[in-house]
């Protein structure tokens, strides 16, 4: 199999994403957000099959009605939540109010890993490109644990251990995501993290933000160099081409956009965004992806995904 | 290329089988090129457009997703299978997006607007009811003994305007009290749950006795009317909304958003102050006070504003002409001479003769203009 490098674009264009956000906009107030799944799932598809790798779309096939059950799910738990508190409120008893703030902390951080591979796996399953599903393969228990051990440290290093934990997660959750019978792997390490951000957050600061624009560079080449695509013997590498003044363009324009339209512009925003990640992603390798064949599952339950979409998670961590 | 071969991807693997189509019996059915033997069946209703984009149409045979269909820009079935394909099939989203972009955008501007000031004000409302004046009161004292603080208390003059007040009715619900800042500023202000603040400096500016239940009625208006509760919990509504709506989009749009969130409750505090003039107003008229009075006070308060600058009660809401004439109108139709209870007048003397006086004897902080 001979080495050769792949096609990846976008097409979309803004005007399309700007008409279905419309009608997305206008049936979710009217439906007094009841219609919010829909809608994402709406735009999720449509970003999806925007999206070509080697001139075969990717596709969401997630759907508003899952989507709507897992909301209503994450819903209530939230809303049990401010149901206690508004309680503890009324009583008066400022302890039993802490109580329960510092109880929903601990919640919501001990609900973490929970939350993030139920959204992981029902979020890949819904992808497929030319029918082939993604998966996410990865342990509940195996994440809890990263989890445990990187808050535990984190707090007892005073934060230091911080990016440590975060390459730990990244590196556990990429590296456990499958298409077909293909799998990403994600090799980072969490002191060339550290030092990259250190670096960066200096010199941000020494050159009065201007070296920001460097910094972002050096995050995104961090993330995508590392990560690689393996089926079989065979491999797959992605490299970012990106450099600062790139970077550069795509905040301020679209900083720009965003604010002088009132928000209406935000879909050209992602537009932009996503002809700069296709562009500027370049995939190599020697993959015959011919030979991918359907391996994963399918998944249906969307309670974390909704779950993350409430407490305003990234989707990539 | 062959127009006429499309590419199936059945669900097994990523390799495209090279296929012909035929469109009968409500499906599309795929024969291999090489023996035309039959492959597979797909009913249109289950048959929806992927992508349109670039050099072929890929369309979504099943429901899940898992098998698909490259057919080539210039294939001739293509336009018929277009109109199979069951496009979205969300009869709302379908409707909505046949609609020409100049008016989807009016729509969605009316919708959008309309439902931001209905939830702002629904929200607002249900935060008003669960807050009783009990409690309101309670949270006023806080912010009326933080304000009091570095102020000193004119005792004589606060005694005068409680006496004065005392034969007014100016609240049904909430338990008033006045105090007067011993300070030549011409300002005054309510706090939430009853405290009335007034300084002696726009009681020195006074003439007549109807001004000051002007003042009064203006002040009390916004009390009875939770004027204050009220902007904080749409200011407060307001920013979440805006928050949960402009959350995906960083916090440039927030910021954005956040200041236009700050005019609007600017203009809602202007029109705060023409209600407090208002139902100021009735109360003057329950009371058998002339509501020309009010007319009067913001003659006098504008010329006290000549060539100075005004705190509290004129500088975040502007006198402005349309006030007074909105004043006038009021009490043309309500004025008719009426005399003042002589206990009204003899407790307007004596607060009257105690802001006159020099200042107590230790030093006033008086600002002067």
């Not at chain 1, 992981?120 to 399953?125: N, T």
């Not at chain 2, 899940?64 to 979205?88: C, F, N, V």
């Amino acid at each position: 199999m001979e080495h050769r490098y792949y096609k990846f674009q976008y097409l979309g264009q803004g005007l399309e994403l700007f008409k279905i956000q419309l009608v997305n906009i206008i049936l979710t107030v009217l439906t007094l957000g009841l219609y919010y799944p829909w809608a994402k799932a709406r735009t999720l598809s449509y970003l999806y099959s925007q999206t070509h790798f080697e001139d075969s779309p990717f596709s969401f096939t997630g759907t508003g009605k899952e989507m709507f059950k897992g909301f209503i799910n994450a819903f209530v738990l939230i809303l049990i939540w401010y149901a206690l508190l508004i309680y503890a409120i009324t009583t008066e008893k400022l302890g039993l109010t802490q109580l329960i703030l510092l109880g929903f902390y601990f919640f919501l951080i001990a609900l973490t890993p929970f939350i993030l591979h139920s959204s992981y796996r029902y979020r890949m399953a819904k992808s497929n490109w030319r029918g082939i599903r993604f998966g996410y393969v990865g342990e509940r228990k195996e994440l809890v644990k990263i989890f445990l051990k990187g808050i535990l440290f984190t707090i007892i290093t005073l934060g230091f251990y911080g990016p440590w934990f975060t390459i730990n997660v990244r590196r556990y959750m990429l590296s456990n995501i499958r298409v077909g019978n293909a799998g990403f792997r994600y090799d980072a390490d969490g002191g060339e993290y550290f030092w990259l951000n250190f670096k960066g957050y200096f010199l941000t600061i020494f050159t009065f933000g201007i070296y920001f624009f460097w910094w972002q560079r050096d995050i995104f080449r961090y993330f995508v160099n590392n990560l690689h695509i393996e089926q079989e013997e065979r491999a797959l590498f992605l490299h970012s081409r990106a450099e600062a003044v790139d970077f550069f363009e795509l905040i301020v324009i679209n900083m720009l956009i965003v604010v002088f339209s009132f928000g209406l512009g935000s879909p050209w925003a992602t537009t932009r965004t996503m002809n700069f990640l296709t562009r500027n992603i370049l995939i190599n390798g020697y993959i015959a992806f011919d030979e991918l064949q359907q391996a994963q599952e399918s998944y249906n339950d969307a309670t974390g995904e909704e779950f993350s979409d409430l407490l305003d998670f990234g989707f990539v961590i | 290329m062959d127009q006429t071969i499309v590419q199936y991807f059945n669900g097994q693997s990523a390799r495209p089988v090279p296929a012909r189509i035929l469109l009968f019996n409500n499906a599309i059915q795929l024969y291999d090129i090489g023996g035309n033997n039959f492959l597979a069946d797909f009913p249109f209703n289950g048959i929806r457009l992927l992508s349109n984009s670039g050099d072929a149409v890929h369309f979504s045979l099943l429901p899940d997703g898992s098998q698909t269909l490259q057919i080539p820009r210039h294939h001739l079935m293509l336009p018929e299978l277009m109109k199979y394909a069951a496009g979205d099939r969300d009869r709302w989203f379908k409707g909505l997006s046949k609609i020409k972009l100049p008016l989807l955008l009016g729509l969605f501007l009316l919708v959008v607007i309309g439902g931001y000031y209905l939830l702002v004000s629904g929200l607002s409302g249900i935060g008003l009811q669960l807050i009783s004046p009990r409690k309101e009161a309670e949270l006023g004292k806080l912010v009326y003994e933080a304000m009091i603080k570095d102020q000193t208390i004119h005792q004589d003059a606060t005694k005068a305007l409680a006496d004065f007040s005392t034969a007014l009715d100016l609240s049904e619900t909430y338990d008033l009290q006045f105090t007067v800042v011993d300070d030549t500023m011409v300002n005054a202000f309510a706090i939430p749950g009853g405290h009335i603040v007034v300084y002696k400096g726009i009681l020195r500016k006074m003439q007549r006795p109807e001004e000051l239940v002007a003042l009064l009625g203006h002040e009390a208006s916004h009390v009875n009317e939770r004027h204050s509760l009220r902007n904080m919990l749409q200011e407060l509504t307001g920013s979440f909304m805006l928050s949960m709506v402009f959350g995906d989009l960083g916090s440039i749009g927030g910021a954005v958003a956040s200041q236009a969130n700050m005019l609007r409750s600017l203009s809602y505090s202007r029109s705060l102050e023409e209600s407090a003039d208002e139902e100021g107003m009735k109360r003057m008229v329950k009371n058998n006070v002339d509501p020309e009075g009010m007319v009067m006070l913001m003659d006098r308060l504008k010329e006290a504003s000549e060539g100075i600058e005004l705190p509290g009660f004129l500088s975040t809401h502007p006198l402005t002409e349309d006030r007074k004439k909105h004043a006038q109108e009021f009490a043309r139709k309500y004025s008719i001479a009426r005399d003042l209870s002589p206990v009204l007048i003899s407790n307007w003397e004596i607060l009257k003769r105690s802001v006159e006086k020099a200042s107590n004897p230790k030093p006033d902080k008086a600002q002067w203009y």
